[in-house]
Protein backbone atom coordinates (compact mmCIF):
# COMPACT_ATOMS: atom_id res chain seq x y z
CA UNK A 1 0.00 0.00 0.00
CA UNK A 2 2.22 2.58 -0.82
CA UNK A 3 1.76 6.18 0.76
CA UNK A 4 1.42 7.90 3.93
CA UNK A 5 1.59 4.99 6.59
CA UNK A 6 2.21 4.81 10.15
CA UNK A 7 4.43 7.91 11.91
CA UNK A 8 2.96 10.64 8.46
CA UNK A 9 1.35 13.39 9.12
CA UNK A 10 -2.61 12.84 6.96
CA UNK A 11 -2.25 16.03 4.45
CA UNK A 12 -4.08 19.10 5.45
CA UNK A 13 -6.36 18.53 2.23
CA UNK A 14 -9.94 21.12 2.25
CA UNK A 15 -12.89 18.62 2.49
CA UNK A 16 -16.65 18.59 1.51
CA UNK A 17 -18.37 17.09 3.79
CA UNK A 18 -21.92 15.81 4.73
CA UNK A 19 -21.63 18.72 7.68
CA UNK A 20 -19.43 21.62 6.49
CA UNK A 21 -16.51 21.63 4.22
CA UNK A 22 -12.89 22.01 6.40
CA UNK A 23 -9.16 21.57 6.36
CA UNK A 24 -8.70 17.76 8.10
CA UNK A 25 -6.10 19.37 10.51
CA UNK A 26 -8.74 21.03 12.53
CA UNK A 27 -11.52 18.16 12.27
CA UNK A 28 -8.31 16.26 13.86
CA UNK A 29 -6.92 19.30 16.51
CA UNK A 30 -6.53 18.03 19.87
CA UNK A 31 -8.24 14.73 19.80
CA UNK A 32 -8.40 10.94 18.21
CA UNK A 33 -10.31 10.40 14.78
CA UNK A 34 -11.11 6.99 13.29
CA UNK A 35 -11.09 7.85 9.40
CA UNK A 36 -12.58 5.14 7.45
CA UNK A 37 -13.12 5.19 3.39
CA UNK A 38 -15.53 3.17 1.63
CA UNK A 39 -15.94 2.10 -1.98
CA UNK A 40 -19.65 3.72 -2.61
CA UNK A 41 -22.95 4.73 -1.58
CA UNK A 42 -25.62 2.30 -1.93
CA UNK A 43 -23.61 -1.06 -1.09
CA UNK A 44 -24.45 -3.70 0.76
CA UNK A 45 -21.76 -4.25 2.99
CA UNK A 46 -20.82 -0.27 3.49
CA UNK A 47 -24.30 0.23 4.30
CA UNK A 48 -23.83 -2.57 7.04
CA UNK A 49 -20.38 -0.24 8.43
CA UNK A 50 -22.19 2.79 8.51
CA UNK A 51 -24.98 1.58 10.20
CA UNK A 52 -22.32 0.14 12.71
CA UNK A 53 -20.43 2.80 13.39
CA UNK A 54 -23.50 4.80 14.10
CA UNK A 55 -24.39 2.73 16.46
CA UNK A 56 -20.50 2.60 18.09
CA UNK A 57 -20.31 6.31 18.25
CA UNK A 58 -21.69 7.16 21.80
CA UNK A 59 -18.81 4.74 22.40
CA UNK A 60 -16.10 6.81 20.42
CA UNK A 61 -17.58 9.83 21.86
CA UNK A 62 -17.08 8.17 25.56
CA UNK A 63 -13.26 8.33 24.52
CA UNK A 64 -12.91 11.90 22.97
CA UNK A 65 -12.75 10.12 19.71
CA UNK A 66 -14.49 11.81 16.50
CA UNK A 67 -15.51 9.67 13.07
CA UNK A 68 -15.16 10.83 9.79
CA UNK A 69 -15.94 8.57 6.80
CA UNK A 70 -15.39 9.07 3.31
CA UNK A 71 -17.45 7.35 0.37
CA UNK A 72 -16.23 8.10 -3.23
CA UNK A 73 -19.71 10.02 -4.54
CA UNK A 74 -21.15 13.12 -4.16
CA UNK A 75 -22.95 15.38 -1.06
CA UNK A 76 -26.45 14.89 -2.05
CA UNK A 77 -25.57 10.70 -2.76
CA UNK A 78 -24.53 10.39 1.11
CA UNK A 79 -27.29 12.44 1.81
CA UNK A 80 -29.64 10.39 0.44
CA UNK A 81 -28.27 6.96 1.57
CA UNK A 82 -27.74 8.01 5.25
CA UNK A 83 -32.32 6.97 5.72
CA UNK A 84 -31.06 3.47 4.33
CA UNK A 85 -28.43 3.28 6.58
CA UNK A 86 -30.07 3.83 9.85
CA UNK A 87 -32.91 1.94 8.68
CA UNK A 88 -30.78 -1.34 8.15
CA UNK A 89 -29.19 -0.87 11.60
CA UNK A 90 -31.88 -0.06 14.24
CA UNK A 91 -30.23 2.20 16.89
CA UNK A 92 -27.26 3.80 14.51
CA UNK A 93 -27.69 7.66 13.80
CA UNK A 94 -25.17 8.72 11.72
CA UNK A 95 -23.67 11.41 13.29
CA UNK A 96 -20.62 11.55 11.68
CA UNK A 97 -19.34 13.91 9.12
CA UNK A 98 -19.12 11.59 5.60
CA UNK A 99 -16.52 13.25 2.97
CA UNK A 100 -17.14 13.28 -0.30
CA UNK A 101 -14.94 12.25 -2.79
CA UNK A 102 -16.57 11.84 -6.54
CA UNK A 103 -13.78 11.87 -8.25
CA UNK A 104 -11.74 9.72 -6.62
CA UNK A 105 -8.92 12.45 -6.11
CA UNK A 106 -9.06 12.63 -2.28
CA UNK A 107 -8.14 8.67 -1.49
CA UNK A 108 -4.74 8.32 -3.31
CA UNK A 109 -3.76 11.42 -1.54
CA UNK A 110 -4.62 9.75 2.02
CA UNK A 111 -3.67 6.05 0.73
CA UNK A 112 -6.91 4.71 0.84
CA UNK A 113 -6.98 3.01 -2.91
CA UNK A 114 -7.32 -0.69 -3.25
CA UNK A 115 -4.33 -1.92 -5.17
CA UNK A 116 -6.50 -4.89 -6.66
CA UNK A 117 -8.86 -3.15 -7.47
CA UNK A 118 -7.07 0.09 -8.25
CA UNK A 119 -9.92 1.87 -6.50
CA UNK A 120 -11.86 2.42 -3.59
CA UNK A 121 -11.01 0.31 -0.18
CA UNK A 122 -12.18 0.02 2.69
CA UNK A 123 -9.54 1.29 4.31
CA UNK A 124 -9.43 2.90 7.87
CA UNK A 125 -6.50 4.85 10.07
CA UNK A 126 -6.98 6.25 13.57
CA UNK A 127 -4.82 9.61 13.56
CA UNK A 128 -3.74 11.00 16.95
CA UNK A 129 -4.34 14.66 17.62
CA UNK A 130 -1.24 15.26 16.32
CA UNK A 131 -2.12 14.55 12.56
CA UNK A 132 -0.33 11.07 12.38
CA UNK A 133 -0.99 8.48 11.71
CA UNK A 134 -0.72 5.69 14.50
CA UNK A 135 -2.85 2.81 12.72
CA UNK A 136 -4.27 1.46 9.35
CA UNK A 137 -6.22 -1.05 8.43
CA UNK A 138 -6.92 -2.27 4.96
CA UNK A 139 -9.35 -4.66 3.59
CA UNK A 140 -10.75 -5.43 0.38
CA UNK A 141 -14.42 -4.58 -0.35
CA UNK A 142 -15.85 -8.22 -0.37
CA UNK A 143 -14.81 -8.10 3.74
CA UNK A 144 -16.33 -6.06 6.40
CA UNK A 145 -14.48 -4.74 8.92
CA UNK A 146 -15.29 -5.66 12.62
CA UNK A 147 -16.40 -2.45 14.93
CA UNK A 148 -15.45 -4.50 18.02
CA UNK A 149 -11.92 -5.13 16.74
CA UNK A 150 -11.92 -1.02 15.92
CA UNK A 151 -12.51 -0.11 18.66
CA UNK A 152 -9.69 -2.55 20.91
CA UNK A 153 -7.50 -1.46 18.62
CA UNK A 154 -7.96 2.33 19.43
CA UNK A 155 -8.34 1.37 23.02
CA UNK A 156 -5.12 -0.11 22.94
CA UNK A 157 -3.85 3.07 21.00
CA UNK A 158 -5.37 5.25 24.14
CA UNK A 159 -3.79 2.72 26.88
CA UNK A 160 -0.26 2.88 25.03
CA UNK A 161 -0.12 6.66 24.71
CA UNK A 162 -1.24 7.09 28.12
CA UNK A 163 1.49 5.36 29.69
CA UNK A 164 4.07 7.03 27.13
CA UNK A 165 4.81 3.87 24.93
CA UNK A 166 6.24 2.45 27.61
CA UNK A 167 3.34 -0.92 27.51
CA UNK A 168 1.90 -2.30 24.92
CA UNK A 169 -0.80 -4.73 24.68
CA UNK A 170 -1.02 -8.33 24.10
CA UNK A 171 -2.60 -10.76 21.75
CA UNK A 172 -6.47 -10.17 22.17
CA UNK A 173 -5.89 -7.60 25.06
CA UNK A 174 -9.09 -5.89 25.90
CA UNK A 175 -9.37 -3.25 28.58
CA UNK A 176 -9.30 -3.91 32.29
CA UNK A 177 -6.71 -6.91 31.47
CA UNK A 178 -3.05 -6.53 31.85
CA UNK A 179 -0.98 -4.98 29.76
CA UNK A 180 2.98 -5.68 28.71
CA UNK A 181 5.75 -3.44 29.61
CA UNK A 182 7.76 -2.53 27.11
CA UNK A 183 11.21 -4.30 25.84
CA UNK A 184 12.86 -0.61 26.08
CA UNK A 185 11.99 -0.15 29.70
CA UNK A 186 14.78 -1.49 32.13
CA UNK A 187 13.53 -3.50 34.85
CA UNK A 188 14.95 -0.67 37.45
CA UNK A 189 12.61 1.96 35.64
CA UNK A 190 9.98 -0.25 35.42
CA UNK A 191 9.83 -0.95 38.94
CA UNK A 192 9.31 3.18 39.49
CA UNK A 193 6.76 2.49 36.78
CA UNK A 194 4.88 0.27 38.00
CA UNK A 195 5.18 0.41 42.23
CA UNK A 196 1.99 -1.76 42.14
CA UNK A 197 4.74 -4.42 40.76
CA UNK A 198 5.34 -6.73 37.51
CA UNK A 199 5.47 -10.09 36.73
CA UNK A 200 7.93 -12.00 34.69
CA UNK A 201 7.06 -14.65 32.85
CA UNK A 202 9.65 -17.66 33.60
CA UNK A 203 10.40 -19.09 30.29
CA UNK A 204 12.90 -21.42 29.05
CA UNK A 205 15.33 -18.62 27.65
CA UNK A 206 15.43 -17.54 31.26
CA UNK A 207 15.94 -13.82 29.41
CA UNK A 208 13.10 -12.44 31.30
CA UNK A 209 11.70 -9.95 28.48
CA UNK A 210 7.77 -10.87 29.06
CA UNK A 211 6.82 -8.65 32.02
CA UNK A 212 3.26 -8.01 32.41
CA UNK A 213 1.66 -5.75 34.81
CA UNK A 214 -1.83 -4.70 35.92
CA UNK A 215 -2.45 -0.95 35.01
CA UNK A 216 -6.28 -1.03 35.68
C1 LIG B 1 -20.29 -3.36 -0.70
O1 LIG B 1 -20.11 -2.39 0.02
O2 LIG B 1 -21.18 -4.16 -0.49
C2 LIG B 1 -19.36 -3.65 -1.85
C3 LIG B 1 -18.74 -2.62 -2.48
C4 LIG B 1 -17.90 -2.88 -3.53
C5 LIG B 1 -17.70 -4.21 -3.94
C6 LIG B 1 -18.31 -5.24 -3.25
C7 LIG B 1 -19.15 -4.96 -2.20
Redesign the pocket.
Known amino acids: MPGITLGDTVPNLEVETTHKNFKLHDYFADSWTVLFS ?3 DF ?5 TELGAMGKYAHEFEQRGVKLLGLSCDDIQSHKDWIPDIEAFTPGSKVTYPIIADPNKEIIPQLNMVDPIENGPSRALHIVGPDCKIKLSFLYP ?2 TGRNMDEVLRALDSLLMAAKHKNKIATPVNWKPDEPVVISPAVSDEEAKKLFPQGFKTAELPSKKGYLRVADVS
Open positions: HPGTPVCTST
